[in-house]
Structure formats: structure tokens, C-alpha cells
């Protein structure tokens, strides 16, 4: 199974900051997701993260507004640009190996 | 979107009794998954059941799936205040490849 790894692991952001995640898989995985997680709520997908093009984004998702990179086959990192309090969540980087998704630990964002 | 719903919402039981949560979902799938999440951590994947299963077991874990009545059950056997988590059920839609994951159960296991 994929390992991940995702950092920062937590953060306390002011508003109208922007932040970068990374995320790195311990192999090469096709298919890579950025999924966030409002506080109680469950997994809301970002996008899709595409290996050398555009990341595919889920409707109510913009580009401008969670950029996301993924230049080879193990890594990607999503932005959350000029941050609201409304962007506290917990982003999670996904990899998917077969049928199965793998997480990493999640990055804790708080915007204050 | 979300493509399943789950109830119960919340579900207290005492250790050592069974816990049961159900997965309703929207459209065809090629498979269904069950996640579990500890408080402030990321998911870890329990089990898998295709479309074309009607049943899976691992360890303590039962999954049945009804894709007539698109729904799903997570059963665990023997409860332990250690399976004391939010549970989620995902699937992924035929023809696709993005995985949706319900609202999710939080369980509490009382030891």
C-alpha cells in the first residue's frame, strides 16, 4: 500500500495568506486527490491532480482558488490562496493504488 | 457531491456488543469501500467489496452490499473502545475513477 506523506502537518494561517501543501507518495501512483474536511463534515473532493497537465477541479472548486501542481508521478502540492476563516479545514492528499485510496495524515488549517 | 448517505449519524454502544452502520448510495458503482478515521487523523482503509459481492468478512469486520437497493452495511463484531472513530463509506462510480465518500457514522464504544 502507498505511504504518504503530507506537510505541514498543521498551521495557523492569518486571512488573506495563502498556503502551500505537499504531498509525497512513497511510489509512483497514477491518480492523485485533494479532498478537504470541513470540522464534523466528511470528505469533499478538490480536484484531481494530473500528472503533467491541469488538475481536473469538482464543481464549486476554482483554480484560482486551490491551485494545484503535480510534476511527476509522486508528488503534488495544492495552494489554498487568499484564505478565509472559511478555509479552516483538513485538506487530505489522496493516491490511489488499484481500487483502493490511500491518505496521508491531513494538514490542519486554521485561518484566524 | 456526495453520492452516499449513512445513518446512523451517531451510534454509543458498550464494548463488547455489535455495531452496525448503513451506506446508501445514488448511482452504479464499480465498488464500494469502508474507511475508518480516528479523531484529527487521515483515513485508513478497511474494505473493499465489488459490485458483483454480496458479502465480505475481515477479522471482526462484515460488509454486505445491495446494489438492487444501493446500500451497504459495515458490521463490526465484538466491539472494542478502540474501534472508537468516524466511519465512512466510498464509492466509485462505474465508468469512473474519483472515490465519493458519504457523511460518515461516529461510533462511541463505551469500555
Known amino acids: 500500500s502507498a505511504v504518504i506523506s503530507q506537510k505541514p502537518s498543521r498551521d495557523i494561517c492569518q486571512r488573506g495568506t495563502s498556503l502551500t501543501i505537499q504531498c509525497q507518495v512513497d511510489?509512483?501512483?497514477?491518480?492523485m486527490f485533494w479532498y478537504r474536511q470541513q470540522p464534523g463534515q466528511s470528505l469533499t473532493l478538490i480536484a484531481t491532480?494530473?500528472?503533467?497537465?491541469?488538475?481536473?477541479?469538482e464543481s464549486g472548486f476554482v483554480i484560482d482558488k486551490f491551485p494545484i501542481s503535480r510534476p511527476n508521478l509522486t508528488f503534488s502540492t495544492l495552494t489554498v490562496s487568499n484564505m478565509s476563516p472559511e478555509d479552516s479545514s483538513i485538506y487530505l492528499c489522496?493516491?490511489?493504488?488499484?481500487?483502493?485510496?490511500?491518505f496521508g495524515e491531513g494538514s490542519w488549517l486554521t485561518v484566524v | 457531491s456526495q453520492q452516499g448517505e449513512e445513518d446512523p449519524q451517531a451510534l454509543s454502544i458498550q464494548e463488547g456488543e455489535n455495531a452496525t452502520m448503513n451506506c446508501s448510495y445514488k448511482?452504479?458503482?464499480?465498488?464500494l469501500q469502508w474507511y475508518r478515521q480516528n479523531s484529527g487523523r487521515g483515513l485508513v482503509h478497511l474494505i473493499l467489496?465489488?459490485?458483483?459481492?454480496r458479502e465480505k468478512h475481515s477479522g471482526r469486520l462484515r460488509v454486505t452490499l445491495d446494489t438492487s437497493k444501493k446500500s451497504s452495511s459495515l458490521l463490526i463484531t465484538a466491539s472494542r473502545a478502540a474501534d472508537t472513530a468516524s466511519y465512512f463509506c466510498?464509492?466509485?462510480?462505474?465508468?469512473?475513477?474519483?472515490?465519493?465518500f458519504g457523511a460518515g457514522t461516529r461510533l462511541f464504544v463505551k469500555a
Open positions: 466510498a464509492t466509485d462510480e462505474t465508468g469512473g475513477f474519483k472515490t465519493i
Open positions: 491532480a494530473n500528472q503533467g497537465s491541469e488538475a481536473t477541479y
Open positions: 511510489s509512483q501512483v497514477t491518480m
Open positions: 448511482t452504479s458503482i464499480n465498488n
Open positions: 467489496i465489488r459490485s458483483n459481492e
Open positions: 489522496s493516491a490511489k493504488e488499484g481500487n483502493t485510496i490511500y
